[in-house]
């Protein structure tokens, strides 16, 4: 498996991109619930309001066209909300600002902004909040982090007709310790995580190793795969909230055979994303 870009090299003629967290994963839930939503309740001593802060991060960051968000775009969301409706917030805004310009959004982006800015108290409380997100994360039991039914086999099934890439922007530490627990690597060929930029840009370096666009498939659970499919012009194949194993048996059984044949686009693709949009209310 190539380590990052450079090394990377086109096998087969078909590419089939998979996202991990809430598609090939069964963690986004459990994160969210248990990391990233208490993490910004404790991080900001918002407990007054625990119950419907919490179950608001859920519908932005789960249930609704915003899944899937970057961790720190759907944090200046709901921060915004709190501020608004619940309790002010210092220095909000130059937060919010960074979210929403910042080119990177990783930890190490956050460091960087930090250090020009040393002053501000948001952009701290959100590099404290994603450290103990992260933290968090990886004190989950491993029961509590397994793949949905059926993606080991579909992964298999894949590999034997085109590359694999993880096109992911979860913790990639956290991608690689997921996989390879539950023999999942084995079925790719190189892991693009937070730290290898945007889903989009990850697509578009891996198009310019020699792929049609026609011959390359992103399989994804949120918004950000759908537009990162489309803005490079390949296909989006959808894994439904709550249809995950039905999502993932219909890939083996006609998404990929549908990519290799040359009939994806078109009326099936069409079906496919319009089940996507009407699954998250889109």
């Keep these: ?8 090299e086109k096998q087969k003629d078909f590419l089939v991109c998979v996202d991990s967290d809430g598609c090939a994963m069964d963690t986004m839930d459990v994160k969210h619930s248990k990391a990233f939503g208490p993490c910004m309740v404790a991080e900001w001593g918002l407990e007054t309001w625990q119950d419907q802060i919490l179950a608001r991060w859920n519908e932005i960051n789960l249930y609704t066209m915003t899944r899937g968000i970057n961790r720190f775009r759907g944090l200046a ?3 915004q909300e709190i501020h608004g409706k619940y309790t002010e917030l210092e220095d909000l805004d ?34 404290s909040w994603s450290l103990a997100v992260n933290a968090a994360i990886n004190g989950l039991p491993e029961s509590e982090k397994r793949p949905f ?7 298999a099934y894949a590999h034997q007709h085109a590359d694999v890439a993880i096109v992911s922007s979860a913790n990639p530490d956290a991608v690689l310790d997921e996989w390879k627990l539950y023999g999942l690597l084995e079925h790719t060929d190189i892991v693009l995580a937070q730290d290898a930029g945007s889903k989009a840009f990850c697509i578009g370096e891996l198009l310019k190793k020699g792929y049609a666009p026609d011959h390359v498939l992103m399989c994804g659970d949120a918004p950000g795969d759908y537009d990162a499919a ?20 219909e890939f083996a059984s006609q ?15 069409e079906e496919k994303a319009g089940q996507f949009l009407r699954n998250l209310g889109g």
Excluded at 149 to 155: I, P
Excluded at 230 to 236: H, I, L
Excluded at 255 to 269: A, F, I, K
Aim: glycine content about 8%; hydrophobic content about 40%; some cysteine.
């Design 1 to 8: 498996m190539a380590k990052n870009m450079t090394e990377y």
């Design 77 to 79: 969301m709901a921060l």
């Design 94 to 127: 130059t937060l919010v600002q960074w979210a929403a310009e910042s080119p990177e959004l990783s930890n190490d982006a956050l460091r960087r902004a930090i250090c020009r800015n040393p002053e501000s108290i948001a952009l701290k409380k959100a590099l």
């Design 149 to 155: 039914r059926g993606v080991q086999e579909a992964l």
């Design 230 to 249: 489309r803005k490079n012009g390949v296909f989006f194949y959808p894994i439904l909230v709550r249809r995950e194993a039905e999502s993932w048996a």
């Design 255 to 269: 998404g990929l055979g549908r990519l290799t044949d040359g009939s994806y686009g078109g009326e099936y693709q």
